[in-house]
């Protein structure tokens, strides 16, 4: 059974860092991309950034500069480092392992 976990949402204030994981068992995780979305409410999940198998990365362009996606194979896990957050940054963040989701973590940034 594939399950994918998330955390290290939380509130903070403009300009600070948070930092997000995401655990994913029941997969072959090392081979698998991973993935950050993000979704404000009544609006559609955007995708933050992605990391492949072998670590290319990439960034929407909102947060490039500011985010950075890495991933630790022997843990199963994927990090999203988010520094000079601000309020738009505000969201629920998914994890997805190839194409299974986690259950969101959510990210509130006060002005």
């Known amino acids: 059974q594939v399950q994918v976990v998330e955390s290290g949402g939380g509130l903070v204030q403009a300009g600070g860092s948070l930092r997000l994981s995401c655990k994913a068992s029941?997969?072959?995780?090392?081979?698998?991309?991973m993935y950050w979305y993000r979704q404000v409410s009544g609006k559609q999940r955007e995708l933050v950034a992605g990391i492949t198998s072998v670590r290319t990365t990439n960034y929407a362009d909102s947060v490039k500069g500011r985010f950075t996606i890495s991933r630790d194979n022997v843990q199963n896990t994927v990090y999203l480092q988010m520094n000079s957050l601000k309020p738009e940054d505000t969201a629920v963040y998914y994890c997805v392992a190839g194409v299974h989701w986690g259950q969101g973590t959510q990210v509130t940034v006060s002005s």
């Open positions: 029941g997969i072959m995780f090392s081979i698998n991309a």
